[in-house]
């Protein structure tokens, strides 16, 4: 089916070594719309094939001598790693230069990259306008535009951003919006800023949610970690992400998690960037447990992710089909679990609802969890745990600096005065702007 598409010889090439034998949904209905110069407006989920719906037409259109002709923008590092990761591999027969532009990396080695030619800019919001105002993006040249994952971008409050790249790129170009949900205030945008667009709707997104069996609890705010566990010991992901809505919740499982002698790796904002990709690759190569909040993994292509476990609720059910879409890509089967506290047993309705699926209620018997835990916060204090983690204060990291002096060594007993198990190291994070 690519073969009918009329594609350039270098990619159907490599889509034939990359395997991609057949055009998934998105990639049949959107593509040839693209070839033919149209803008479009994609609702389809991340998991279906979304990437390569606008990679591909992207490749067959830019010629070598083209500097910066294509800008693709996505609202986290990762994702735009990601893209750049599948442009080098659909082009891998290509000539052309790609370039990740994100913050807290090397800005001289990316200013370096689009000096040398960069044909196709893929990008975070903050640090494309940061380039575009010292003048090293040259956005007149830019013929085509892609706004991946628009919603989580609007979420993330990027939309001045956005308004501020799209009123500098010229008037004659293509742009596509791709989206998992298309709310009003995009569909605003989308008339603002596109040329008579097409809308292509796939629904794809509600197949990949009915292939996960779905899976909650409710406990108390205490008995949470006993809860997850419990999960962790009775089902035995192979593979899990756990979600978590603060920074500190994700730190707090960690050390716990390691302190008991699991094997799990995290990402959140508060982290490097050098260090949010170490946790990923670790991740991908075996480690079989991510712990990470909202941000940080979102839109991210892990394979063979088993279950997704929240460990906080999400208030929003779309959220919840976002975070749950990590597991059972392209059609496999997955599981999510989710552990609600009292307050929020409402959601299990409200997302049966939306995501138009059912949530099966587990009951564990917690008596061995919460004496492992009680055993836990003996050994390492709960006061001293609970107070070095609030200083090293994560849900508001803006104050945060890995050698603040006052921070005090994390995990000091208070059984006279042992330190426990816990590395100061774990803290020295550096602040990044996202998450
Ligand atoms: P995406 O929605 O872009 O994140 O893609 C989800 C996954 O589907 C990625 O792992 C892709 O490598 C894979 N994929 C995309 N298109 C195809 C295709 N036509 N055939 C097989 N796998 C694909």
């Known amino acids: 089916?690519?073969?009918?598409?009329?594609?350039?010889?270098?990619?159907?090439?490599?889509?034939?070594?990359?395997?991609?034998?057949?055009?998934?949904?998105?990639?049949?209905?959107?593509?040839?719309?693209?070839?033919?110069?149209?803008?479009?407006?994609?609702?389809?989920?991340?998991?279906?094939?979304?990437?390569?719906?606008?990679?591909?037409?992207?490749?067959?259109?830019?010629?070598?001598?083209?500097?910066?002709?294509?800008?693709?923008?996505?609202?986290?590092?990762?994702?735009?790693?990601?893209?750049?990761?599948?442009?080098?591999?659909?082009?891998?027969?290509?000539?052309?230069?790609?370039?990740?532009?994100?913050?807290?990396?090397?800005?001289?080695?990316?200013?370096?990259?689009?000096?040398?030619?960069?044909?196709?800019?893929?990008g975070t919001p903050g640090r494309l306008i940061d380039l575009m105002k010292r003048r090293e993006l040259n956005t007149d040249s830019i013929r085509f535009l892609v706004l991946d994952e628009v919603d989580i971008m609007l979420d993330m409050g990027f939309i001045d951003d956005i308004k501020y790249i799209l009123s500098k790129l010229p008037k004659k170009r293509q742009t596509m919006f791709f989206s998992a949900t298309i709310p009003e205030e995009i569909k605003h945008i989308t008339l603002n800023y596109t040329n008579n667009p097409i809308n292509v709707n796939i629904d794809a997104g509600e197949v990949t949610v009915n292939t996960i069996q779905h899976f909650y609890s409710i406990a108390s705010g205490s008995d949470k970690f006993a809860t997850l566990l419990a999960y962790l010991n009775e089902k035995k992901p192979e593979k899990a992400i756990i979600f978590c809505k603060t920074q500190r919740n994700a730190e707090k499982i960690h050390s716990i998690m390691q302190n008991m002698g699991m094997q799990a790796v995290l990402m959140h904002g508060g982290l490097s960037q050098n260090r949010r990709e170490h946790s990923l690759n670790m991740f991908k190569e075996g480690v079989n447990m991510l712990i990470a909040t909202n941000v940080a993994a979102r839109g991210l292509d892990i394979d063979n992710v088993s279950d997704i476990i929240n460990f906080d609720a999400e208030t929003d059910p779309k959220a919840y089909v976002h975070r749950v879409g990590r597991s059972a890509r392209m059609g496999k089967s997955g599981k999510a679990f989710t552990i609600f506290t009292h307050g929020e047993k409402y959601l299990v309705y409200e997302i049966e609802n939306y995501a138009k699926v059912k949530l099966s209620y587990l009951e564990f018997d917690l008596s061995t969890y919460r004496t492992k835990m009680n055993e836990f916060y003996k050994e390492n204090g709960k006061q001293e745990f609970e107070t070095a983690l609030r200083r090293s204060n994560f849900s508001s990291n803006r104050n945060f600096r890995g050698n603040n002096p006052h921070r005090r060594e994390f995990g000091r007993s208070n059984n006279g005065g042992h330190y426990s198990k816990f590395k100061r190291d774990r803290f020295k994070h550096n602040y990044s702007k996202e998450d």
């Open 1 to 122: 089916m690519f073969d009918s598409m009329n594609l350039r010889k270098e990619i159907l090439t490599a889509l034939h070594e990359m395997k991609f034998e057949e055009p998934t949904e998105v990639q049949k209905q959107a593509i040839p719309l693209e070839l033919e110069g149209k803008d479009v407006v994609v609702k389809s989920k991340t998991g279906s094939g979304k990437t390569a719906a606008f990679v591909i037409p992207i490749l067959n259109s830019i010629e070598k001598n083209e500097r910066q002709a294509a800008m693709i923008i996505t609202p986290t590092r990762e994702l735009a790693l990601q893209v750049t990761e599948v442009v080098r591999e659909i082009g891998r027969h290509m000539q052309l230069k790609a370039v990740t532009i994100y913050g807290g990396a090397s800005i001289n080695y990316q200013i370096r990259e689009i000096r040398n030619g960069a044909n196709i800019i893929i």
